[in-house]
């Protein structure tokens, strides 16, 4: 890869809301975030008071957005910062080439939010809101016309695509739905010229196992931090 991609990847949100996905979040070039139907997240340009004071105009009172770092985020005037975990940022290593059964794959589409939604809400892959499905292309399984199985794309950046929402009914796990999903968008993302991402909280054995054995490698750690308004008295 090379250094600019590098650097994409570094600092994924905010390459995103500053080239492809621009027309998906708000804000200038101090401070930016995806709009709230869309995803929870932010990217500050770079951590001084004049960026964290724009992020700042970019939150409702009680509205919280998250961000990716290299290390805790340092005291914020007027913010208030909670570390979350850590994130493990994985590679695909090579492009997927194997033929695939997708005769049950669908394509999912503005026709299928609520359906998502309420997956989403009984799995719990992560954050999914209204528009997350505008990020990219998703795609699902359904049974009995009940949705049991999806993922998708969430965020781009030049040569590399991030899969996401990955999550299949408890009823129906053990059936290897989600590595037949994750596979046929590799497969869609190689054609592009692109290479898969994703992210994954360190703690997820279960998901990075699976991971693992599809092909993605560790390539960096992220702090997650949780921003919102600083209540009086309570700035960190």
Same mark, same amino acid.
């Given at each position: 890869?090379?250094?600019?991609?590098?650097?994409?990847?570094? !600092?994924?949100?905010?390459?995103?809301?500053?080239?492809? *996905?621009?027309?998906?979040?708000?804000?200038?070039?101090?401070?930016? !975030?995806?709009?709230?139907?869309?995803?929870?997240?932010?990217?500050?340009?770079?951590?001084?008071?004049?960026?964290? !004071?724009?992020?700042?105009?970019?939150? *409702?009172?009680?509205? *919280?957005?998250?961000?990716?770092?290299?290390?805790?985020?340092?005291? %914020?005037?007027? /913010?208030?910062?909670?570390?979350?975990?850590?994130?493990?940022?994985?590679?695909?290593?090579?492009?997927?080439?194997?033929?695939?059964?997708?005769?049950?794959?669908?394509?999912?589409?503005?026709?299928?939010?609520?359906?998502?939604?309420?997956?989403?809400? =009984?799995?719990?892959?992560?954050?999914?809101?209204?528009?997350? =499905?505008?990020?990219?292309?998703?795609?699902?399984?359904?049974?009995?016309?009940?949705?049991?199985?999806?993922?998708?794309?969430?965020?781009?950046?030049?040569?590399?695509?991030? %899969?996401?929402?990955?999550?299949?009914?408890? !009823?129906?796990?053990?059936?290897?739905?989600?590595?037949?999903?994750?596979?046929?968008? =590799?497969?869609?993302?190689?054609?592009?010229?692109?290479?898969?991402?994703?992210?994954?909280?360190?703690?997820?054995?279960?998901?990075?196992? /699976?991971?693992?054995?599809?092909?993605?490698?560790?390539?960096?750690?992220?702090?997650?931090?949780?921003?919102?308004?600083?209540?009086?008295?309570?700035?960190?």
């Amino acid at each position: 890869m090379s250094l600019p991609t590098q650097t994409a990847l570094d !600092r994924p949100i905010w390459t995103a809301l500053t080239t492809r *996905q621009t027309h998906l979040g708000l804000g200038d070039t101090l401070a930016r !975030r995806f709009h709230p139907d869309v995803a929870p997240f932010a990217a500050v340009a770079s951590e001084t008071p004049d960026a964290w !004071r724009a992020l700042h105009a970019l939150l *409702q009172p009680g509205e *919280q957005v998250a961000i990716l770092s290299a290390d805790t985020v340092a005291a %914020i005037d007027t /913010l208030q910062a909670k570390r979350v975990g850590t994130i493990h940022q994985m590679v695909a290593t090579q492009r997927f080439t194997q033929s695939l059964d997708d005769s049950d794959v669908i394509d999912l589409g503005p026709a299928d939010v609520d359906d998502m939604l309420a997956l989403v809400q =009984r799995t719990k892959p992560g954050p999914f809101g209204k528009r997350t =499905r505008e990020m990219g292309h998703y795609i699902g399984i359904r049974e009995q016309g009940e949705l049991i199985a999806m993922a998708g794309e969430r965020m781009a950046i030049e040569g590399h695509v991030e %899969i996401s929402a990955v999550c299949v009914d408890e !009823r129906c796990r053990g059936r290897g739905l989600a590595g037949r999903l994750m596979n046929i968008l =590799r497969r869609e993302i190689g054609l592009r010229g692109e290479t898969p991402f994703l992210h994954v909280f360190s703690h997820n054995e279960s998901a990075i196992a /699976l991971y693992e054995r599809l092909g993605f490698e560790l390539r960096h750690a992220f702090a997650l931090t949780q921003i919102s308004h600083a209540e009086s008295g309570n700035r960190c």
